[in-house]
């Protein structure tokens, strides 16, 4: 954090999301190596595409990228998009049941005759890549989380390895998604935050940027780009932007970056911040499937 006396205002850090990313993927990769010595065979990770979107064609090859530095085996299974949801499950089940895959990820989007959350509850909880199935989004609840939702655990360790102490502080959450928001306020409550869920109601019938100018940490995950401007976040706020945005060629996030950087301490880019810490969440979260299944 640099203070501008003179203006009185903040110019934020950039957290530099790759170089987290990069301390996990090492940790990660020991540890494979460690277990996979006794246990004979290496993770695997096995992912599904239903139809083609140039947005997940990108994601599937970061993920294999990751998975490859760290010796995660990463297997496809790309289906049409005229599956229909019932032969997909089926698919799913034929992957719960084969003892040499660890994980599975199903990707986004998926063809709208399919229910997202009917073929996430049909993954396996032991073998849910993406810490989103109605049993380990219960026990985040609990306090027993072991595999996370990927978003929220690579914002939780960004936060850590800035050294953000949560007990106490103000936490404001712009999106309620099931995926991201709603965990992640779980995971922030368990912290001791005082956490606030800002969502659609509240740009309706509230005062949204009032909201925001409250935190002392302000998340935003809307997938609007460049809604959350300057004036919305208080001097010394740290922002995390979870937003990924095409706009005229280029990628932006859901928050005004120049203006944020002038009044936030700390703040992350797009892309590179959130983004590659996600990736190697649910690499991590293929490590502690592949822990639990051979302990």
């Known amino acids: 954090m640099i203070w501008m006396a003179r203006k009185r205002s903040y110019m934020a850090g950039s957290i530099n999301g790759r170089e987290i990313a990069e301390q996990i993927n090492a940790a990660v990769r020991d540890k494979i190596q460690a277990i ?10 096995v992912s599904i595409t239903a139809g083609r979107s140039e947005d997940a064609e990108i994601y599937v090859n970061m993920q294999k990228k990751t998975a490859g530095l760290v010796g995660v085996e990463f297997s496809t299974r790309e289906f049409g998009a005229d599956i ?11 992957l719960n049941s084969d003892r040499t895959v660890t994980a ?30 109605p049993y380990n989004l219960g026990r985040i609840l609990r306090r027993e989380a072991d595999i996370v939702p990927c978003t929220p655990g690579a914002i939780m360790k960004i936060l850590r ?3 953000v102490d949560l007990y106490g502080k103000e936490v404001v959450i712009i999106g309620h998604s099931a995926i991201v928001g709603k965990p992640l306020s779980l995971m922030m409550l368990n912290e001791m935050a005082t956490t606030t869920v800002c969502h659609i109601g509240t740009a309706k019938k509230g005062d949204l940027p009032e909201h925001a100018r409250k935190a002392d940490i302000l998340i935003v995950a809307v997938g609007r780009p460049e809604m959350v401007r300057g004036d919305w976040i208080a001097r010394g706020a740290v922002v995390i932007d979870v ?7 280029r990628i932006v996030g859901d928050v005004k970056f120049s ?30 499937a592949y822990r639990n299944q051979n302990v």
Do not use: F, M
């Open 36 to 45: 996979s010595s006794s246990a004979g065979r290496g993770p695997r990770l």
């Open 161 to 163: 390895v800035q050294g």
């Open 259 to 288: 203006e944020a950087a002038e009044r936030a301490s700390a703040i992350t880019p797009v892309p590179g911040g959130v983004g590659p810490v996600t990736v190697s969440i649910l690499i991590r979260n293929v490590l502690r």
């Open 104 to 133: 599975v990820i199903v990707q986004k989007p998926l063809p709208e005759n399919i229910d997202h959350d009917r073929i996430v509850a049909s993954i396996a909880p032991e073998k849910d890549a993406e810490g989103i199935h």
């Open 243 to 249: 937003g990924i945005n095409r706009v005229d060629g």
């Open 84 to 94: 229909s949801q019932d032969e997909l499950i089926k698919e799913i089940e034929k």
